[in-house]
């Protein structure tokens, strides 16, 4: 049981490049959650999935897409790389949503834009 | 008005002490809050959640709640070396489906 995985773990992009940041869980969660952390700024909530074939908007969703490709899988999509979204990236996963649910995070993908 | 805050730190405790961490929220209509622990260069962690007000205990650790002072709290006794990490509180705003809403964490250091 390997709770949550992300790929890769770390990743140096140049400005305008692209990439997708993989995230996998085998909890049967149904909701998932992409946040970045950057110092000072705490974790924020870049967009989740309540369940499978549904994605919302989080608190800081510009420049980023998502994709909920099954129930374990939730892709993070940078289309044109920009340096403030050097970060680290966790995916998290819960068994639903709402007040009782606890989130469990991945490992991070530590992500440098130049 | 930040919707959960916390006290930077970092919090400095000798080891055998009790560390208090604690955390505040703007949502009166908040449901439930947890604690994470998140050492350097790794994820969060969850050490435990409270929905009630009171307090509630699991082994060394205890999470107490005030849900009229909006106030939620982490007492860790007998701290460790090893306990030294940043301390994320979290809350969930409201009933039905909806996200937690993290604080920037203060940094506890427990010293030999």
């Known amino acids: 049981n390997a709770g949550v995985t992300q790929t890769p773990k770390f990743q140096v992009l140049k400005t305008g490049q692209s990439m997708t940041l993989q995230c996998a869980q085998d909890m049967n969660h149904n909701s998932m959650y992409w946040y970045r952390q950057d110092p000072g700024m705490g974790l924020r909530l870049i967009y989740y999935s309540a369940s499978e074939g549904t994605t919302d908007k989080g608190e800081v969703p510009n420049g980023y897409n998502v994709s909920r490709l099954n129930k374990r899988e939730f892709s993070l999509r940078l289309e044109s790389a920009a340096p403030s979204q050097t970060s680290v990236y966790f995916c998290?996963?819960?068994?639903?949503?709402?007040?009782?649910?606890?989130?469990?995070f991945g490992p991070g993908t530590r992500l440098t834009v130049t | 008005q930040k919707e959960v805050e916390q006290n930077s730190g970092p919090l400095s405790v000798p080891e055998g002490a009790i560390a208090s961490l604690n955390c505040t929220y703007s949502?009166?209509?908040?449901?439930?809050f947890f604690w994470y622990r998140q050492y350097s260069g790794k994820s969060p962690e969850l050490i435990m959640f409270i929905y009630s007000n009171g307090d509630k205990e699991d082994g060394r650790f205890t999470a107490q709640l005030n849900k009229a002072s909006q106030y939620v709290s982490l007492l860790i006794r007998d701290s460790q070396p090893s306990d030294s990490a940043t301390y994320l509180c979290a809350v969930n705003r409201r009933s039905g489906y909806s996200t937690l809403t993290f604080g920037k964490g203060t940094m506890l250091l427990v010293s030999p």
């Open positions: 949502d009166r209509g908040s449901q439930s």
């Open positions: 998290a996963s819960s068994e639903g949503g709402g007040g009782f649910n606890e989130q469990y």
